[in-house]
């Protein structure tokens, strides 16, 4: 693997390797890597080329600044995950290197509702963040193709908008979400939690699969508020359980029984926030 840590180099490479025929499929993420991850690794392998994750815990996209100092980082287990996983280069830039301006945002991405609810709602600023990193990262890193995991469905709608916006010429794939053998969606956020938290944190999995296996056509917000009974319950801080169209993430309280749904949680255990979905 070629590990780059500057902007202007790893550009001048891949730009070379466009030329010769060769495509840029790219993963972007904050490290503390998990299998979730290094699946999206090997759905890029199997498209062959060349395989580029980036590594950047992007300041700009956390609007709790403690959140940002206890993010994890585990640098030298991910490079050997990543030399594991096959992948072919990593650019692992510093904060001066991404934002060599300071990272004020002085740009906005108009991305209307989406950044109203869930997600949006609760971490203000945070998809700004997401967008000016992802699209810096882009212009970095000229990928043809763009592997973003269901586990942060919102954020894929929102990278689906920038691509959009930015008329950027790559193609999303979005893998599916990795799971612990309890349920529990990986994260790197879970590394923050006890033993017994990490028991506890299966509640959300329990309870979307819950929504999942007793949704009717019909009123729907009784069920939402059973979820949430169900977490606070399990001692979480619930921020939402929402049951949303897929794709847009129009809230509903009323089900057709027809449109493709999806049910979204956000909670705290302590400290540490955790979200998840699952397509109903
Ligand atoms: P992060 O490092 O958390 O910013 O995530 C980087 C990428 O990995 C994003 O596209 C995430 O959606 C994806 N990802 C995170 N957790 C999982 C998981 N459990 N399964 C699949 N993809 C994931």
Request: net charge neutral; proline share 4%; with cysteine.
């Amino acid at each position: 693997m070629i590990l780059f840590k500057k902007a202007a180099e790893i550009n001048d490479w891949l730009l070379k390797s466009k030329v010769s025929g060769q495509k840029i499929r790219f993963i972007p993420t904050m490290g503390a890597l998990h299998p979730g991850h290094t699946s999206l690794i090997e759905a890029s392998k199997q498209a062959g080329s060349i395989s580029v994750c980036s590594i950047f815990v992007n300041p700009a996209q956390f609007n709790d600044a403690t959140d940002f100092v206890n993010y994890p980082t585990t640098i030298e287990k991910d490079i050997d995950a990543l030399e594991k996983a096959v992948c072919d280069v990593l650019f692992l830039p510093a904060v001066s290197e991404m934002y060599p301006a300071g990272n004020g945002n002085e740009k906005t991405y108009n991305l209307g509702y989406l950044e109203t609810v869930l997600v949006g709602k609760y971490r203000p600023g945070h998809f700004q963040g997401v967008c000016l990193v992802v699209h810096r990262l882009l212009n970095i890193i000229p990928a043809d193709d763009l592997y973003l995991g269901q586990k942060d469905y919102q954020q894929c709608m929102v990278i689906k908008k920038l691509v959009e916006l930015e008329k950027l010429n790559t193609t999303i794939h979005i893998c599916p979400t990795l799971r612990e053998t309890s349920g529990l969606a990986m994260s790197s956020r879970n590394m923050r939690l006890t033993a017994e938290a990490r028991e506890q944190a299966v509640k959300i999995f329990e309870t979307l699969s819950y929504v999942k296996n007793n949704i009717k056509p019909g009123d729907v917000a009784a069920l939402k508020q059973t979820a949430i009974d169900k977490l606070t319950n399990a001692g979480f801080n619930v921020d939402y359980v929402e049951i949303a169209t897929a794709g847009n993430l129009d809230l509903i309280n009323h089900w057709d029984g027809n449109r493709k749904l999806v049910a979204v949680a956000a909670a705290f255990l302590g400290d540490v926030r955790l979200i998840d979905n699952m397509l109903l």
